[in-house]
């Protein structure tokens, strides 16, 4: 069966340092990978996807970016954290002909 | 462009009450898909069900039922005997079968509290 995993659970960065938010995906192959942002108390909002390694699409402009050094991993990436940053930041795959994403535990990230 | 209306923004029942959260979508494509995730307070997104366009006969699993109405862009969700377990944020999302990548466009959520 399939699995998700991200890490880290939680975060706590100050403004102006590095994020690293990694996730793999175990039990498929060239699987669609999605992370999506969600602020407190509000909808899911895309951030990346990608159909391939080294493919990647984005759908907001912003200090964020994404990368697919694998086929099973997807690592969103910022070199300066706004406060604006802060969320709940979940990682999905999807297979290439179904459309139902599956997700990952998230990471509930705080910029101070 | 596609869209997903949930116009409820909480709920709030009495363990045992039955409950519809509803769903509307906007489309141009005639293939599509329609989909209802869970987000329980631990925060991941659980997959509930996937719909296609062309069946819209109901769907029943336990206590769950969907009502999808294309006549009506409608794909409604009920609880029956609701219970405390059941409270989370549940989410539509659409998705339209052109579209590279697999996108979902989700709906705002709708956060269903059951108190006991």
């Known amino acids: 069966s399939q699995t998700i995993h991200q890490w880290p659970a939680t975060l706590v960065q100050p403004v102006g340092s590095p994020l690293s938010l990694e996730c793999t995906v175990e039990g498929t192959s060239n699987p669609n990978l999605y992370w999506y942002r969600q602020a407190a108390g509000r909808g899911l909002q895309l951030l990346f996807y990608s159909v391939g390694i080294g493919q990647i699409s984005s759908e907001v402009p912003q200090n964020l970016s994404a990368s697919r050094p694998q086929d099973r991993q997807f690592i969103l990436s910022s070199k300066k954290l706004l406060l604006s940053d802060s969320g709940f930041y979940l990682c999905?795959?999807?297979?290439?002909?179904?459309?139902?994403?599956?997700f990952g535990p998230g990471t509930r990230l705080t910029v101070t | 462009a596609q869209k997903v209306t949930q116009a409820q923004t909480e709920i709030s029942v009495v363990e045992k009450e039955d409950v519809t959260l509803d769903c509307v979508y906007e489309?141009?494509?005639?293939?599509?898909?329609l989909f209802w995730y869970k987000q329980p307070p631990s925060g991941e997104l659980v997959f509930l069900i996937r719909r296609n366009s062309f069946d819209e006969q109901n769907e029943i699993s336990g206590r769950y039922s969907w009502n999808f109405q294309k006549s009506t862009s409608s794909f409604n969700f009920t609880i029956t005997a609701s219970q405390v377990v059941d409270s989370a944020v549940y989410f539509c999302a659409l998705s339209e079968e052109l579209n590279a990548g697999n996108m979902l466009t989700f709906g705002g959520g709708t956060r269903l509290m059951v108190k006991p």
């Open positions: 489309t141009r494509d005639t293939t599509y898909y």
């Open positions: 999905a795959w999807s297979a290439r002909r179904r459309d139902e994403q599956y």
